[in-house]
T-cell receptor, first 119, second 109 residues
């Protein structure tokens, strides 16, 4: 099966511009997540979709970030206007509702990430 | 907020050597996972462990979960250049996964 696909792989923009990142999850995966790693830090949760609904967006840094998943298929993450501190690698992941969830384990398949550089 | 501390941060060894990396949590794990990430790729799940004291093996990799479920170790036997990468521990309670900063391993041929 095809994996999680992210586009673009790298984006370089000026402070104040807008960037939209796209994620295509594994077909049939209702759960879609966005994570981010900024330089030298750990990967941090941004938000979680179940189909087209935002289940948890507690990790979104501020209102300059907008995530959508219209139709419950692919998702976009828009940053507007971008700031220097938004630079980092944005990962998308997807999962089915795992049978292991009763034990608390969620199995994520990650995309290769979109590297964002804000100058 | 749970914090996962991984050590060492960086490790460079010769092919054939053994190594152990560690992960310590500020609170009890819900479910511990280890991932490996290679340059330009996303993290790839290696193993999930749930029970305290559990040991799992994946070829030359041995994962151990502490009895108190607050720490874990990953041991690699006879490391190979293909083991090079960033090793991440994570706690996945429910749908939100918390990651450590990782141990970056470089295995020289």
């Amino acid at each position: 099966e095809a994996g999680v696909t992210q586009f673009p792989s790298h984006s370089v923009i000026e402070k104040g511009q807008t960037v939209t990142l796209r994620c295509d999850p594994i077909s049939g995966h209702d759960n879609l997540y966005w994570y981010r790693r900024v330089m030298g830090k750990e990967i941090k949760f941004l938000l979680h979709f179940v189909k087209e609904s935002k289940q948890d967006e507690s990790g979104m840094p501020n209102n300059r970030f907008l995530a959508e998943r219209t139709g419950g298929t692919y998702s976009t993450l828009k940053v507007q206007p971008a700031e220097l501190e938004d630079s980092g690698v944005y990962f998308c992941a997807s999962s089915q509702v795992p049978k292991e969830l009763h034990s608390g384990a969620n199995v994520l398949t990650f995309g290769a990430g979109s590297r964002l550089t804000v100058l | 907020t749970q914090l996962l501390e991984q050590s060492p941060q960086f490790l460079s060894i010769q092919e054939g050597e053994n190594l152990t990396v560690y992960c310590n949590s500020s609170s009890v794990f819900s479910s511990l996972q280890w991932y490996r990430q290679e340059p330009g790729e996303g993290p790839v799940l290696l193993v999930t462990v749930v029970t305290g004291g559990e040991v799992k093996k994946l070829k030359r990799l041995t994962f151990q979960f502490g009895d108190a479920r607050k720490d874990s170790s990953l041991h690699i036997t006879a490391a190979q250049p293909g083991d090079t990468g960033l090793y991440l521990c994570a706690d996945t309670g429910g749908f939100k996964t918390i990651f450590g900063a990782g141990t970056r391993l470089f295995v020289k041929a």
